[in-house]
């Protein structure tokens, strides 16, 4: 997700636990050579972020074998080819779901890819421009015999926004029809959820997006109740919010922390039944001087108690 799968996300989900592979958000293949780990806030990562997928969005497969060497000097633990992101700009470069309608091209970027790397190789997608069954199974069918260790499907076709609910039957399509794990996405936004999505998919994993920065102890949530793992901690909301933006301005560039604190705020609110009001307030917000300032008052009205315990008198 552009501008919320980043370092300090990942930091706090990881603290809640229960999640068994974190991602990047999308890293362009053009740019990735140029990269600086010290200084990008698309590749910035702390010594917790483990293991770690590099999402890597990819228009000409000429791109991939540089992209891939810096990527091994990053420390990838494995590589995810996103072949489903239907946003009008990644489109319009060629990328995400418009590469996927190339199947040719799809098959050169695949294959590239593949010779370019052992670590394991996914390939993220949705399930077409059109619900066509033979259509999903060969697709899902040429990317797993060009090499992928696992695929990643969205149940979603490329132009459904997320308004619609995902059609989870059609990842069991998907998953009937290859030999290698694959993993649901879309809707998951409970335990209760995961449940019935692994039920009517057949999935291997669940990969969970919008409702990482809305529940970053989802994960634990998930991994407790249906896979056994332990109790998820007792949460303190105010505080979560408080140690993300903490993250945010300990590593993050200055003029890197406003923004993604405004993304993050989009999904934290919807946990409160008057959370737009935290979300407008901090849109409007200029720094992160105001964004402390607004976020307490806010946190204090809604979880006073909480809000004293975990994020004290500024």
Not at 93 to 109: F, R
Not at 128 to 148: P, V
Not at 161 to 176: G, T
Request: one cysteine or more; a positive charge.
């Amino acid at each position: 997700m552009a501008g919320v799968s980043h370092s300090a996300l990942r930091i706090i989900v990881k603290e809640c636990g229960g999640v068994g592979l974190l991602s990047t958000e999308m890293l362009s293949a053009k740019r990735l050579p140029s990269e600086n780990p010290q200084f990008s806030p698309f590749v910035l990562k702390s010594a917790i972020e483990t293991p770690m997928s590099y999402q890597m969005l990819v228009s000409d497969p000429e791109d991939i074998p540089r992209a891939m060497d810096k990527l091994h000097q990053f420390g990838a633990q494995a590589v995810d080819l996103n072949l489903g992101c239907p946003a009008p700009r990644v489109r319009k470069g060629g990328a995400g779901s418009k590469l996927s309608e190339d199947h040719g091209l799809v098959k050169k970027v695949i294959a590239t890819a593949r010779r370019c790397t052992d670590l394991p190789l996914s390939a993220k997608i949705r399930i077409g421009t059109e619900l066509n069954k033979e259509k999903l199974q060969d697709f899902c069918k040429m990317l797993a015999g060009e090499g992928i260790d696992y695929l990643i499907v969205h149940g979603r076709l490329h132009k459904e926004q997320f308004c619609r609910p995902p059609r989870w039957e059609w990842i069991a399509v998907a998953k009937k029809s290859v030999n290698i794990p694959v993993i649901a996405n879309g809707g998951i936004f409970t335990a209760s959820d995961a449940k019935q999505c692994l039920r009517i998919t057949g999935a291997d994993g669940l990969m969970i997006g919008r409702a990482a920065p809305q529940k970053p102890w989802l994960f634990a949530e998930i991994n407790h109740a249906l896979y056994g793992g332990p109790p998820p901690p007792a949460i303190n909301r105010p505080a979560l919010y408080k140690r993300f933006i903490d993250i945010l301005e300990t590593t993050f560039p200055e003029g890197r922390q406003i923004g993604r604190t405004k993304e993050f705020s989009h999904y934290f609110c919807k946990n409160y039944q008057f959370g737009h009001h935290l979300g407008s307030r901090v849109q409007n917000c200029t720094d992160m001087k105001q964004v402390h300032q607004v976020a307490r008052a806010f946190f204090m009205k809604q979880e006073p108690e909480a809000c004293k315990t975990g994020w004290p008198v500024l």
